[in-house]
């Protein structure tokens, strides 16, 4: 493991105190992390790349720094888009789900996102919806009105516009939240959504209230609450959730389990912009991540996103992506030049790696506790890319100077691995030169994510 006597500490941007903090886990060494996760309606576009790229890069990083890391990531598999789809497509929701679902799936697999350590649908926690709802009613929080409809009252939480900063009189109603006549309060948002008798009856279920289906807000607040209990460390999702999505769950959440804060540190992604407007499937100016890989190679879209920092918006533009692409075959052509030169089998590739792990922060390499630092300082990954930079001009330099017997090679070499792999970066191009047998596949995916992978899944892994 990881002498954190020698660590910097963690520095993470917390959207709710806008400071950059110190990371103090609710329990010492371990952290409990949620994304929110797609809505499965549609294909995933380069927006939904960035969000997963960089919540990957996180869990990635604070494995690293040596916590205790559980990840849980949500699926939305009952919503109104789904409805809608459904009904243009002749195809029942759960169909368009299922289908949906799976191409999310394979495009987090094709960007080489790790999986989450949960990954709970919507559709399989409605018990906990429901028992949290009723809690909010017992408590004066919710009220349900004639057509089985539960609303939030907002005015009870005092505090409500705390992530968002917005004054309770300022805020309008967001997107998702439906006018109603029965409603106390126009901001009032809806914890569950009655279905009248003669209304759709698809993906509705039985309440005390009658027929409906679960709010967008509450699914998440139940996930939470059925997989992590009434608090987490670090909550995340892209900066268009702050309001209304994140701002009614601190809501909900906290006036169920009368528990503050419901996350101590929530982190935001920016937007990917195309023409400086966000790229978004109801603008139409999206392009799916599928498309975006005919003509790109995986790393190129996440050195692309990781060259900004994941705060700040990303411009998509065709030159950039190029640009991007001229850096990964450099890239690759040098990873493939390197393993080469020094003969490197996967068993040593290993070992190196998992060495590196426990060498991240000695003072052996001059590039590696560089690295960490900048991963350290709130996710600085175009500085940590910078630092890779400066290990690949090294270790072109040693090259050139024929030195690759030198320690100092084989040093910068698994400098460089390591550096790539905890940012997410695909190193099958290292791998794919030589003749791998699957057991330490398997055997450094354990060391690396601490989850064991079957033996096919193992080659798929690593050598697809």
Same mark, same amino acid.
């Given at each position: 493991?990881?002498?954190?006597?020698?660590?910097?500490?963690?520095?993470?941007?917390?959207?709710?105190?806008?400071?950059?903090?110190?990371?103090?886990?609710?329990?010492?060494?371990?952290?409990?992390?949620?994304?929110?996760?797609?809505?499965?309606?549609?294909?995933?576009?380069?927006?939904?790349?960035?969000?997963?790229?960089?919540?990957?890069?996180?869990?990635?990083?604070?494995?690293?720094?040596?916590? !205790?890391?559980?990840?849980?990531?949500? %699926?939305?598999?009952?919503? $109104?888009?789904? =409805? /809608?789809?459904?009904?243009?497509? &002749? *195809?029942?929701?759960?169909?368009?789900?299922?289908?949906?679902?799976?191409?999310?799936?394979?495009?987090?697999?094709?960007?080489?996102?790790?999986?989450?350590?949960?990954?709970?649908?919507?559709?399989?926690?409605?018990?906990?919806?429901?028992?949290?709802?009723?809690?909010?009613?017992?408590?004066?929080?919710?009220?349900?009105?004639?057509?089985?409809?539960?609303?939030?009252?907002?005015?009870?939480?005092?505090?409500?516009?705390?992530?968002?900063?917005?004054?309770?009189?300022?805020?309008?109603?967001?997107?998702?939240?439906?006018?109603?006549?029965?409603?106390?309060?126009?901001? !009032?948002?809806?914890?569950?959504?009655? %279905?009248?008798?003669?209304? $759709?009856?698809? =993906? /509705?279920?039985?309440?005390?209230? &009658? *027929?409906?289906?679960?709010?967008?807000?509450?699914?998440?607040?139940?996930?939470?609450?059925?997989?992590?209990?009434?608090?987490?460390?670090?909550?995340?999702?892209?900066?268009?959730?702050?309001?209304?999505?994140?701002?009614?769950?601190?809501?909900?959440?906290?006036?169920?389990?009368?528990?503050?804060?419901?996350?101590?540190?929530?982190?935001?992604?920016?937007?990917?912009?195309?023409?400086?407007?966000?790229?978004?499937?109801?603008?139409?100016?999206?392009?799916?991540?599928?498309?975006?890989?005919?003509?790109?190679?995986?790393?190129?879209?996440?050195?692309?996103?990781?060259?900004?920092?994941?705060?700040?918006?990303?411009?998509?533009?065709?030159?950039?992506?190029?640009? /991007?692409?001229?850096?990964?075959?450099?890239?690759?052509?040098?990873?493939?030049?390197?393993?080469?030169?020094?003969?490197?089998?996967?068993?040593?590739?290993?070992?190196?790696?998992?060495?590196?792990?426990?060498?991240?922060?000695?003072?052996?390499?001059?590039?590696?506790?560089?690295?960490?630092?900048?991963?350290?300082?709130?996710?600085?990954?175009?500085?940590?890319?910078?630092?890779?930079?400066?290990?690949?001009?090294?270790?072109?330099?040693?090259?050139?100077?024929?030195?690759?017997?030198?320690?100092?090679?084989?040093?910068?070499?698994?400098?460089?691995?390591?550096?790539?792999?905890?940012?997410?970066?695909?190193?099958?191009?290292?791998?794919?030169?030589?003749?791998?047998?699957?057991?330490?596949?398997?055997?450094?995916?354990?060391?690396?994510?601490?989850?064991?992978?079957?033996?096919?899944?193992?080659?798929?892994?690593?050598?697809?």
């Amino acid at each position: 493991m990881i002498d954190h006597s020698l660590s910097p500490e963690v520095q993470l941007y917390n959207t709710l105190t806008r400071n950059v903090e110190r990371l103090e886990p609710i329990e010492a060494g371990k952290v409990r992390m949620y994304v929110c996760g797609p809505t499965v309606y549609d294909d995933a576009h380069l927006g939904h790349a960035r969000c997963y790229i960089t919540w990957d890069v996180l869990y990635r990083f604070l494995k690293l720094a040596g916590y !205790d890391v559980t990840y849980a990531r949500n %699926v939305t598999d009952v919503d $109104d888009k789904i =409805l /809608a789809r459904a009904k243009e497509s &002749g *195809q029942a929701p759960d169909q368009v789900a299922a289908v949906n679902y799976d191409s999310f799936l394979a495009d987090m697999a094709a960007l080489n996102v790790l999986p989450p350590d949960q990954e709970p649908k919507a559709t399989e926690y409605i018990d906990e919806m429901i028992v949290g709802i009723q809690a909010l009613i017992d408590k004066g929080f919710a009220y349900a009105v004639e057509d089985g409809t539960v609303y939030y009252r907002v005015d009870r939480k005092s505090d409500y516009g705390c992530l968002s900063r917005k004054p309770l009189d300022d805020l309008q109603s967001g997107v998702r939240v439906e006018v109603d006549p029965h409603k106390e309060n126009p901001l !009032d948002f809806a914890l569950w959504k009655g %279905v009248e008798q003669n209304g $759709d009856q698809q =993906l /509705a279920w039985k309440t005390p209230w &009658g *027929q409906g289906r679960p709010g967008w807000h509450m699914e998440c607040s139940a996930m939470n609450h059925a997989i992590f209990g009434d608090q987490i460390d670090i909550h995340c999702g892209g900066a268009d959730l702050i309001f209304p999505h994140h701002e009614n769950e601190i809501a909900q959440s906290e006036a169920w389990t009368g528990k503050a804060p419901f996350s101590k540190v929530w982190m935001h992604n920016g937007f990917v912009n195309v023409s400086g407007e966000k790229m978004s499937k109801s603008l139409g100016n999206f392009d799916t991540i599928k498309q975006v890989l005919k003509g790109y190679q995986a790393n190129t879209i996440r050195y692309f996103l990781l060259t900004n920092h994941y705060r700040m918006p990303v411009d998509f533009q065709e030159g950039a992506l190029q640009a /991007a692409e001229n850096w990964v075959v450099k890239l690759h052509r040098t990873l493939k030049d390197m393993v080469d030169a020094l003969g490197w089998n996967f068993q040593t590739v290993q070992g190196q790696l998992i060495h590196s792990h426990d060498g991240m922060m000695s003072a052996g390499n001059e590039f590696l506790p560089a690295f960490f630092a900048h991963m350290a300082a709130d996710l600085n990954t175009s500085k940590a890319l910078a630092t890779i930079n400066e290990c690949l001009g090294r270790i072109h330099e040693l090259m050139h100077q024929q030195q690759q017997a030198e320690p100092a090679f084989q040093e910068n070499a698994v400098a460089l691995i390591s550096m790539l792999w905890h940012l997410g970066f695909d190193l099958a191009v290292v791998y794919k030169s030589k003749d791998l047998p699957v057991e330490p596949l398997r055997t450094i995916y354990k060391e690396l994510t601490g989850q064991w992978l079957e033996s096919d899944q193992a080659a798929e892994v690593y050598l697809d």
